[in-house]
T-cell receptor, first 114, second 113 residues
């Protein structure tokens, strides 16, 4: 069964540094998402992406965040100047066209900010 | 109004028992309600989903009950097994395909052998 793959599985970064989280969505999917999960808390929506542009974003997704689909297969989340509170699991998800289709999640990248 | 409230936070059930997890929502624009199962170190995986035009959906040992007037829905796991031990999240989505999921707070289920 096709999967959403995310790399790296764990990223450790110094506060203030830039970090890029990478995702390869399922190949025929058209909608792409980033969610995050702070340890022990619920999964929170960050941003959705469709037709090469952001379609929706949450208040968490401020100016330090950006997303890109640079080559038609990868989908990246960039955090420009990381803060301690950015430490979380970041999940990428993708969705096929059509109603009643579920979002498929990757296994996440654990981001640790020191 | 965007929140989905989930209870209980944790649940311990004996093998063979019934696990019941409840969720409630406020926003009547929500019209797709999936349940996700998450094992440690893994991403959420879709378990079962329902739309509000039906009151119940069953897939194997998993059943969603939906009460549109009360704005509540629940997951029932029949004949619970130790392998069902995981965190379960309800979620809600509004409108057309492609919209974001709003997740409940999660329930950590432990099924004792």
């Amino acid at each position: 069964e096709p999967e959403v793959t995310q790399t790296p599985s764990h990223q450790v970064t110094q506060m203030g540094q830039e970090v890029i989280l990478r995702c390869v969505p399922i190949s025929n999917h058209l909608y792409f998402y980033w969610y995050r999960q702070i340890l022990g808390q619920k999964v929170e929506f960050l941003v959705s992406f469709y037709n090469n542009e952001i379609s929706e974003k949450s208040e968490i997704f401020d100016d330090q965040f950006s997303v890109e689909r640079p080559d038609g297969s990868n989908f990246t989340l960039k955090i420009r100047s990381t803060k301690l509170e950015d430490s979380a699991m970041y999940f990428c998800a993708s969705l096929a066209q059509g109603n009643n289709q579920p979002q498929h999640f990757g296994d996440g990248t654990r981001l640790s900010i020191l | 109004q965007q929140q989905v409230k989930q209870s209980p936070q944790s649940l311990i059930v004996q093998k063979g028992g019934i696990s019941i997890i409840n969720c409630a929502y406020e926003n009547t624009a929500f019209d797709y309600f999936p349940w996700y199962q998450q094992f440690p170190g893994k991403g959420p995986a879709l378990l079962i989903a329902i739309r509000p035009d039906v009151s119940e959906k069953k897939e194997g040992r998993f059943t969603i009950s939906f009460n549109k007037s009360a704005k509540q829905f629940s997951l029932h796991i029949m004949d619970s097994q130790p392998g069902d031990s995981a965190t379960y999240f309800c979620a809600a989505q509004k409108g057309v395909a492609g919209n974001m999921l709003t997740f409940g707070g999660g329930t950590r289920l432990m099924v004792k052998p």
